[in-house]
């Protein structure tokens, strides 16, 4: 089946600092891949997305390259902001799945001042 | 954008209570879905419909049942609640079943169930 695993948190940072969130993902098929972001007491926003091997997908400064080679769907931003603190979700959607999500567990950011 | 409501942000209820968690969304899309989120758990699905009148036991069925009469509106019903109820409940909508668009999430009801 399908699955994904991204890096345990919380991740505390200061600001201005470059985040990376890990994320692979085990898939049979040809997955989209997302990532979503929850700030406290509200529900997943949709971050970015890539739909196909190589695709960048990018939103707010965050990047993420979908690998094939590496299944792998790493999250970045160059510069951090207090407002960044919050929880991201990786997550693929299969459609032999029918479009069913796959989220990994969640990791915590917390940016400093 | 899409919108996606959910009735209440916060709500609490009785044991033995039946509850009804509403979710309506803007954008004529064709599959909805209901999770829950609990620390450490992550997210899990309930319940999902890919059309109306339509339903499909998620990986946690077992308490809750679902009715989407109207192609916008998916209802989550707790049909006797109990207190490992207690969550928060997030419901999702996207565009067709094998598409692989994205989820778009509503904001959240925090259920306390006493």
């Known amino acids: 089946g399908n699955s994904v695993t991204q890096m345990e948190g919380p991740v505390t940072l200061s600001e201005e600092a470059f985040l990376t969130i890990n994320c692979t993902y085990t898939?049979?098929?040809?997955?989209?891949l997302f990532w979503y972001v929850q700030y406290p007491g509200e529900g997943l926003q949709l971050l970015l997305k890539?739909?196909?091997?190589?695709d960048k997908g990018s939103n707010k400064g965050f990047e993420a390259t979908y690998r094939k080679e590496t299944t792998s769907f790493h999250l970045e931003k160059g510069s951090v902001q207090v407002s960044d603190s919050a929880v991201y979700f990786c997550?693929?959607?299969?459609?032999?799945?029918?479009?069913?999500?796959?989220f990994g567990g969640g990791t915590r950011v917390l940016v400093k001042p | 954008d899409v919108k996606v409501t959910q009735s209440s942000r916060y709500l609490v209820k009785r044991t033995g209570e039946k509850v009804f968690l509403e979710c309506v969304q803007d954008?004529?899309?064709?599959?909805m879905f209901w999770y829950r989120q609990d620390p450490g758990l992550g997210l899990r699905l309930i319940y999902f419909?890919?059309?109306?009148?339509?339903?499909e036991k998620g990986d946690i069925p077992e308490g809750y049942s679902v009715s989407r009469e109207k192609k916008e509106r998916f209802s989550l019903i707790l049909e006797s609640a109990s207190t490992n109820q207690t969550s928060m409940y997030l419901c999702?909508?996207?565009?067709?079943?094998?598409?692989?668009?994205?989820?778009?999430f509503g904001d959240g009801t925090r259920l306390s169930i006493l």
């Open positions: 890539a739909t196909k091997a190589d």
């Open positions: 997550a693929l959607s299969d459609e032999a799945a029918g479009n069913k999500l796959t």
């Open positions: 419909s890919y059309d109306v009148k339509m339903k």
């Open positions: 898939a049979t098929g040809y997955p989209s």
């Open positions: 999702a909508s996207s565009l067709q079943r094998f598409s692989n668009q994205p989820q778009h």
């Open positions: 954008m004529d899309h064709e599959n």
